[in-house]
């Protein structure tokens, strides 16, 4: 059975950081881009970042370039996201994504308040 499960959000000042985890069972991540995307209340989910099954090869909606960092570690079948100089507008649930298998996880809230 295929599962993704992502952890570490939670609720955290402006200007704080989280780390994002999601981590696969079932299913063997290597063989898959994998994506996180979020969703906000009353909006449209987007994508927040997408790494290529190399490792090499990252892309990240232009609202978190620089502050936020998706890698993966292919032997712990587990894909992160670094969250740095949180903003109450990056405010959402995020989920994972494996391209490969067109499987999402069930997601994580993250809430950026002071």
């Known amino acids: 059975q295929v599962q993704l499960v992502e952890s570490g959000g939670g609720l955290v000042q402006p200007g704080g950081s989280l780390r994002l985890s999601c981590v696969a069972s079932?299913?063997?991540?290597?063989?898959?881009?994998m994506s996180w995307y979020r969703q906000a209340p009353g909006k449209e989910r987007e994508l927040v970042a997408r790494i290529g099954i190399s490792g090499i090869n990252v892309n990240y909606h232009d609202s978190v370039k620089g502050r936020f960092i998706i890698s993966r570690d292919n032997a712990k079948n587990t894909v992160y996201l670094q969250m740095n100089s949180l903003k109450p507008e990056d405010t959402a649930v995020y989920s994972c994504?494996?391209?490969?298998?067109?499987?999402w996880g069930q997601g994580t809230q993250v809430t950026v308040s002071s």
């Open positions: 079932g299913f063997t991540l290597r063989i898959s881009a």
């Open positions: 994504y494996a391209t490969a298998i067109n499987y």
